[in-house]
């Protein structure tokens, strides 16, 4: 059973911007943290953005931090990731999630998740490119 579905990725030139979009299950939404991962090939896993389901909080990587937005439409179960002024560092595979609240904000709950393999629930990825 899919819980989590990606789209939005693409290939784009440094500068430019894409929206990530993630559409959830009614029970997996519900576990208050939403937020995206990235891995880029050879590297870790990088948590980069997280939402708070109840209250619209968000807290996001230094590495990303002004440069995207994470944001929610609660309606329709769905999580967005609007990356703006693109780096070729940026380029990765790049993966929703959803975790229980636990730590401190939704980024750390993400973090702790992951470290701890203990997500809710995780997308197939959707592939971001950044060409200089």
């Known amino acids: 059973q899919v819980q989590l579905v990606e789209s939005g990725g693409g290939s784009v030139q440094a500068g430019g911007s894409l929206r990530l979009s993630c559409v959830a299950s009614?029970?997996?939404?519900?576990?208050?943290?939403m937020g995206w991962f990235r891995q880029a090939p050879g590297e870790e896993r990088e948590a980069v953005a997280g939402i708070d389901t109840h209250d619209s909080s968000t807290s996001y990587a230094d590495s990303v931090k002004g440069r995207f937005t994470i944001s929610e439409d609660n309606a329709k179960n769905t999580v967005y990731l609007l990356m703006n002024s693109l780096k070729p560092e940026d380029t990765a595979m790049y993966y929703c999630?959803?975790?229980?609240?636990?730590?401190?904000?939704?980024?750390?709950?993400?973090?702790?998740?992951?470290?701890?393999?203990?997500?809710?629930?995780w997308g197939q990825g959707t592939l971001v490119t950044v060409s200089s």
């Open positions: 999630a959803a975790v229980r609240s636990a730590f401190g904000d939704c980024l750390e709950s993400v973090i702790v998740g992951l470290e701890d393999n203990a997500l809710e629930a």
């Open positions: 009614a029970y997996i939404y519900s576990a208050g943290c």
